[in-house]
C-alpha cells in the first residue's frame, strides 16, 4: 500500500480484515505508516471493533510504525484509563518513545499516575532510558511510594532498579544526590536482596555504610543504561549477577517465589 493512502480501498480491506487470514498484521503496519490519514483510520477502525485484543493490535501497530503523524492518537492511549486499556497505554508510551525521544519526558511522567503498576514501572524505564531531568522530582516521590510499600514474597518486577537508573542519572546537583541517597539508606534493609545487590553493583557506596552522599562518587551512566536493560532478574546484562541474587534470597526465604 505504500505510504500514499488509498483511503477507499484502505477501508474496504479493514472493514473485512480478520487477524487469522494476517497473523502478522500486514495490513494494519501498511496503513499505519501512511502518514495522519493512516493512523486517523485505524484509529476510527478501531473504535468500532470490540474485541479487546484486535483493539490492542491496532495500537501495536501505530506504536511501532514510528510515524510522526501518530503522536496525538498515541497521547490520547497514553491517557485513556478505561476498561481493557492497560496493555495499550503500556504500548503508546514505547511508541511515543520511540518517536519523540527525549521529546517524551512529559509523558513519560504523566505515566508515572497510571493505575497500573506495571506501566508506572514501564514509565520509569523509558526515564532512564531517554528521559531529560524534567520527571526528576515527581519520579523520587514515586520511588518514595515504591519503598514505603510492604515487602511481599515472589517475585516483583526491580522497579527500585529502574527509578534509580533514571534518578542516578542527575545528581551532579548536590541536592539531588542527597535526597536520593538519604531516601535509599532509609529504606534499604525494606529492599528485596536482589535490588541492594544490584544497586549495590551499580553505584558502589550508596550503601548505607557508604561515605556520606556529598562525598559518593556519582553513578556511572553506562552502569545505568546496564541496568535499567535488566528488566527481569531472569534475564539482561545483570543475568548472572541477578540470578545469584534470587538464588540466595530463595535460601533465606523458603516462601520465595518465581514468576
Known amino acids: 500500500m505504500g505510504r500514499d493512502l488509498d483511503r477507499e480501498k484502505a477501508t474496504r480491506d479493514l472493514a473485512s480484515w480478520n487477524w487469522r487470514d494476517d497473523p502478522d498484521h500486514v495490513l494494519l503496519k501498511a496503513i499505519a505508516v501512511c502518514g495522519r490519514d ?19 493490535w491496532f495500537v501495536q501497530e501505530i506504536a511501532h510504525s514510528e510515524n510522526p503523524e501518530a503522536i496525538d492518537a498515541l497521547r490520547t492511549i497514553a491517557r485513556d484509563t478505561g ?49 531529560t531531568e524534567q520527571a526528576w522530582w ?40 542527597q535526597k536520593l541517597v538519604a531516601l535509599l539508606r532509609k529504606y534499604w534493609t525494606k529492599m528485596k536482596f536482589a535490588d541492594r545487590l544490584v544497586l549495590g553493583r551499580l553505584w558502589p557506596g550508596v550503601e548505607p555504610d557508604g561515605p556520606p552522599a556529598g562525598e559518593l562518587v556519582s553513578p556511572d551512566p553506562g552502569q545505568l543504561l ?26 533465606a526465604d523458603p516462601e520465595y517465589g518465581f514468576r
Not at 493512516?38 to 490492542?56: A, H, I, P
Not at 481493557?84 to 527525549?102: E, F, H, N, V
Not at 516521590?141 to 542516578?168: A, D, H, I, N, W
Open 38 to 56: 493512516g493512523v486517523d483510520l485505524l484509529m476510527e477502525e478501531r473504535s468500532r471493533r470490540t474485541d479487546q485484543d484486535v483493539r490492542g
Open 83 to 131: 476498561r481493557g486499556m492497560q496493555d495499550s497505554r503500556w504500548m503508546a508510551i514505547y511508541g511515543l518513545a520511540t518517536i519523540l525521544g527525549p521529546g517524551a519526558t512529559g509523558d513519560f511522567e504523566a505515566a508515572l499516575s497510571d493505575p497500573s503498576r506495571s506501566n508506572r514501572w514501564n514509565a520509569a524505564m523509558w526515564l532512564a532510558r531517554v528521559g
Open 138 to 177: 515527581p519520579a523520587l516521590e514515586q520511588l518514595k511510594r515504591v519503598l514505603m510499600r510492604p515487602t511481599k514474597g515472589g517475585f516483583t518486577p526491580p522497579e527500585v532498579v529502574s527509578y534509580v537508573c533514571y534518578l542516578g542519572r542527575f545528581v551532579e546537583e548536590s541536592c539531588h544526590k
Open 226 to 251: 546496564i541496568g535499567v536493560e535488566s528488566t527481569s532478574y531472569t534475564w539482561g546484562p545483570l543475568k548472572d549477577l541477578e540470578g545469584e541474587a534470587l538464588r540466595l534470597e530463595r535460601l
